[in-house]
């Protein structure tokens, strides 16, 4: 298993254009969500989805969309960048929305100049 | 809303015991969780406790009381690779929450 995957590493935007983050998972995880972080601060959850079909807004969802048609990719996109959109994006899943224990892939670090 | 706090930084020495505190206002609540990060690197579980009381996996063991909204991390025989960020996370229904971090130096 590959578990949690997510494209690219790095990336650089110029203000105002549109990206997509790619995220997907082999483990048929139906719970998936994304997070961003600030430098040395927590994780602020952007997007969540318990299932294919359905998706949901967490704690800072201003400026990011989402959709969920596989149970194994969740892209999110990013409708016109900004600078204080500059920060690492962490994909995570888990079995379901009551399984605590989530999974997280290796991060997409974002500049927005 | 819901907020966590936890202390920004914390060093122990290599064998010894540390604690990493949490606290925790949610308006609803399933459970504390706790991640560690190390620097460059992505977040990994390491506890979840719904119920009050201890859990304990291998060297680390996670500590929950519902009633003082507090909850503890305690890490035994430190090593020098458990230098890193600890987090805890409240779940409460489809959404997580997550503290501020605690970074853990470990010396020799």
Not at chain 1, 1 to 13: E, H, R, S, Y
Not at chain 1, 20 to 41: F, K, V
Not at chain 2, 52 to 72: A, K, M, Q, V
Request: with cysteine; aromatic share 12%.
């Amino acid at each position: 298993n590959a578990g949690v995957t997510q494209t690219p590493k790095f990336q650089v935007l110029k203000t105002g254009q549109s990206m997509t983050l790619q995220c997907a998972q082999d483990m048929n995880h139906e719970y998936m969500s994304w997070y961003r972080q600030d430098p040395g601060m927590g994780l602020r959850l952007i997007h969540y989805s318990v299932g294919a079909g359905i998706t949901d807004q967490g704690e800072v969802p201003n400026g990011y969309n989402v959709s969920r048609s596989t149970t194994e990719d969740f892209p999110l996109r990013l409708l016109s960048a900004a600078p204080s959109q500059t920060s690492v994006y962490f994909c995570a899943s888990s079995y379901s929305q009551d399984h605590n224990e989530q999974f997280f892939g290796p991060g997409t670090r974002l500049t927005v100049l | 809303g819901q907020s966590l706090e936890q202390p920004s930084e914390v060093t122990a020495v290599e064998g010894a015991i540390v604690q990493i505190n949490c606290t925790y206002q949610t308006s609803g609540f399933y459970g504390l969780s706790w991640y560690q990060q190390h620097d460059g690197g992505a977040p990994t579980f390491l506890s979840y406790n719904a119920l009050d009381g201890l859990e304990e996996t291998g060297r680390f063991s996670s500590f929950l009381s519902r009633s003082d909204s507090y909850g503890y991390l305690l890490l035994q025989e430190l090593q020098m690779k458990d230098s890193a960020s600890y987090f805890c996370a409240v779940s409460h229904g489809q959404n997580f929450v997550f503290g501020p971090g605690t970074r853990l130096s470990v010396l020799p």
